[in-house]
C-alpha cells in the first residue's frame, strides 16, 4: 500500500471514529433526558434499518437499468471521435455562409 493510500485510510478510520462518537453521544443525551428509551431507540433504529433495506432491494432494479444505460451511452469511444462530434455541422467554403 502506497503512503497515499495510508493517509487516506487514517483519514476515514478518523472520521469514522469522530461520527461514531458523536452519535452515540447524541443517543445517550437523548435517552438521559428521557426523549426516548432505549429500547424505543432500538425498535426506531431496527425500523429505519429495514425500511432503507427495502428502499436498497426496491431500487435495485432501477440502478441496473441505470447502469447499464450509462455504459451503453457513455462509455463509447465513437463519442470523441471528430465525426461523432461534428455530426450534423455543415461547413463549406470560408465566407459562402
Do not use: H
Not at 452515540?24 to 434499518?49: A, W, Y
Not at 441496473?64 to 465525426?83: A, M, Q, R
Request: some cysteine; overall charge negative; glycine content about 4%.
Amino acid at each position: 500500500m502506497n503512503l497515499t493510500s495510508e493517509k487516506i485510510i487514517k483519514q476515514l478510520r478518523s472520521k469514522l471514529l469522530t461520527q461514531t462518537l458523536i452519535t452515540q453521544t447524541i443517543i445517550d443525551l437523548l435517552i438521559d433526558k428521557g426523549f426516548c428509551t432505549s429500547s424505543e431507540f432500538d425498535n426506531s433504529l431496527k425500523e429505519t434499518i429495514e425500511d432503507m433495506e427495502d428502499n436498497v432491494i426496491e431500487n435495485a432494479d432501477l440502478m441496473d437499468t441505470i447502469s447499464s444505460f450509462l455504459e451503453d451511452n457513455f462509455d463509447s469511444n465513437d463519442e470523441l471521435k471528430e465525426d461523432s462530434v461534428m455530426k450534423g455541422i455543415f461547413y463549406g467554403p470560408i465566407g459562402e455562409a
